[in-house]
């Protein structure tokens, strides 16, 4: 079946075209380049995986709650929508929701794909082009990896939201090389990965756990590497050219904030725009999630340098403006080893599993 007849609304054209601007540069130094950028460049080849075997896809997923969300973090819980709805009704609601989200997550890695594209083509230096030559390629096993999922396990889509649209073709539009760093690596990642961890850690399905620690795992490499690049680049730039992005990042950063509100599915509900925003805003639950999805943001926008009056402002406006000293390379190792950790309890299983059957193997010959 065609992608184009599982999405809940219609997704309008089957392509976007976004005209491209910029120079495409070349580098003739082969042999110099930045020790601990080519060591992340190192890791992220030893660290590639096959998204069709690392993921166990025979587990079930109930596509009426394919993440086991509480009724509690249900926006309409609580108000009069919500005692209408019948349990079907509920369930479709759940399903919605998980499709909505996962959309975004699908659509913002084909972004982040074609943005470490644009980084090849357009950085300077041959050490990130190389790096960013593994990144393009884990973009792409994410985006198999969350389409598959929408497709077998959810069958449902829904298409990419105004405003994750709107800061990608921001960036892509930008002709500096250091654009796409700043709007994908920083905003975009930083903030999709943190609604990964979230619900990594909050979910009691194994499939959806899967999925998001394997890719965070990688993730964490992405920022990693943006972090490196900006911040060396960064230190050259006049007061003038921190603010123009400075600026970038405070107006990206309201578009993602809005971007979280999933709007979308409720006026599926026969919910009206205008009430569907205001009970969004009223969410105690979408409050929290907002701080937390800021936490990967704030200390990697502070560590590269951009930490101007007006981006303080706009972030205590926010209300993470205390996000500034999160430990980044704490947050990060724990990606990692969270990844590691569930790989070895899932083989320790298999292997376990492998030995009770040659066990019984073995006893049922001896008594044959």
Same mark, same amino acid.
Not at 93 to 116: D, I, P
Not at 118 to 138: C, G, H
């Given at each position: 079946?065609?992608?184009?007849?599982?999405?809940?609304?219609?997704?309008?054209?089957?392509?976007?075209?976004?005209?491209?601007?910029?120079?495409?540069?070349?580098?003739?130094?082969?042999?110099?380049?930045?020790?601990?950028?080519?060591?992340?460049?190192?890791?992220?080849?030893?660290?590639?995986?096959?998204?069709?075997?690392?993921?166990?896809?025979?587990?079930?997923?109930?596509?009426?709650?394919?993440?086991?969300?509480?009724?509690?973090?249900?926006?309409?819980?609580?108000?009069?929508?919500?005692?209408?709805?019948?349990?079907?009704?509920?369930?479709?609601?759940?399903?919605?929701?998980?499709?909505?989200?996962?959309?975004?997550?699908?659509?913002?890695?084909?972004?982040?794909?074609?943005?470490?594209?644009?980084?090849?083509?357009?950085?300077?230096?041959?050490?990130?082009?190389?790096?960013?030559?593994?990144?393009?390629?884990?973009?792409?096993?994410?985006?198999?990896?969350?389409?598959?999922?929408?497709?077998?396990?959810?069958?449902?889509?829904?298409?990419?939201?105004?405003?994750?649209?709107?800061?990608?073709?921001?960036?892509?539009?930008?002709?500096?090389?250091?654009?796409?760093?700043?709007?994908?690596?920083?905003?975009?990642?930083?903030?999709?990965?943190?609604?990964?961890?979230?619900?990594?850690?909050?979910?009691?399905?194994?499939?959806?756990?899967?999925?998001?620690?394997?890719?965070?795992?990688?993730?964490?490499?992405?920022?990693?590497?943006?972090?490196?690049?900006?911040?060396?680049?960064?230190?050259?730039?006049?007061?003038? @050219?921190?603010? *123009? /992005?400075? $600026? %970038?990042?405070?107006?990206?950063?309201? +578009?993602?904030?809005? !971007?979280?509100?999933?709007?979308?599915?409720?006026?599926?509900?026969?919910?009206?725009?205008?009430?569907?925003? @205001?009970?969004? *805003? /009223?969410? $105690? %639950?979408?409050?929290?999630?907002?701080? +937390?999805?800021?936490? !990967?943001?704030?200390?990697?926008?502070?560590?590269?340098?951009?930490?101007?009056?007006?981006?303080?402002?706009?972030?205590?406006?926010?209300?993470?403006?205390?996000?500034?000293?999160?430990?980044?390379?704490?947050?990060?190792?724990?990606?990692?080893?969270?990844?590691?950790?569930?790989?070895?309890?899932?083989?320790?299983?298999?292997?376990?599993?492998?030995?009770?059957?040659?066990?019984?193997?073995?006893?049922?010959?001896?008594?044959?």
């Amino acid at each position: 079946m065609s992608t184009l007849d599982l999405y809940a609304n219609d997704p309008g054209s089957a392509d976007w075209q976004v005209p491209a601007s910029g120079a495409a540069r070349f580098s003739w130094e082969y042999d110099e380049g930045r020790d601990r950028l080519l060591a992340l460049y190192q890791k992220g080849k030893d660290k590639q995986w096959d998204g069709a075997r690392r993921i166990d896809w025979d587990l079930e997923v109930d596509p009426y709650d394919p993440l086991g969300t509480p009724d509690e973090a249900m926006t309409v819980h609580g108000t009069r929508h919500w005692a209408k709805m019948t349990e079907k009704d509920r369930g479709d609601l759940r399903r919605h929701y998980a499709s909505w989200q996962f959309s975004q997550f699908l659509h913002g890695e084909q972004g982040a794909m074609v943005c470490a594209a644009r980084i090849i083509e357009a950085v300077p230096d041959l050490d990130a082009k190389f790096y960013s030559a593994t990144q393009a390629m884990d973009e792409a096993r994410h985006a198999e990896v969350y389409g598959r999922f929408l497709h077998e396990k959810i069958g449902m889509l829904y298409p990419i939201n105004d405003n994750l649209r709107s800061l990608l073709g921001d960036t892509l539009r930008d002709s500096r090389w250091d654009m796409p760093y700043l709007g994908m690596q920083v905003l975009i990642e930083g903030l999709a990965l943190a609604a990964f961890g979230m619900i990594r850690d909050t979910t009691n399905k194994p499939l959806p756990k899967q999925i998001l620690a394997y890719v965070m795992q990688d993730e964490a490499r992405h920022v990693a590497f943006g972090r490196m690049a900006l911040r060396d680049y960064y230190r050259q730039l006049t007061d003038a @050219e921190l603010r *123009e /992005r400075e $600026e %970038f990042v405070i107006e990206g950063c309201y +578009l993602m904030r809005d !971007r979280l509100r999933g709007v979308e599915v409720l006026e599926n509900f026969g919910i009206p725009k205008r009430e569907a925003e @205001e009970m969004s *805003e /009223r969410s $105690e %639950f979408l409050q929290l999630f907002r701080k +937390l999805l800021f936490s !990967r943001i704030v200390p990697c926008v502070k560590d590269i340098g951009l930490w101007g009056e007006r981006l303080q402002k706009a972030y205590l406006d926010m209300g993470v403006f205390d996000l500034g000293d999160s430990s980044l390379d704490l947050l990060m190792a724990q990606d990692e080893e969270i990844a590691e950790r569930l790989d070895a309890e899932r083989f320790a299983k298999e292997e376990a599993e492998r030995v009770a059957e040659v066990t019984d193997a073995i006893a049922d010959g001896a008594t044959a």
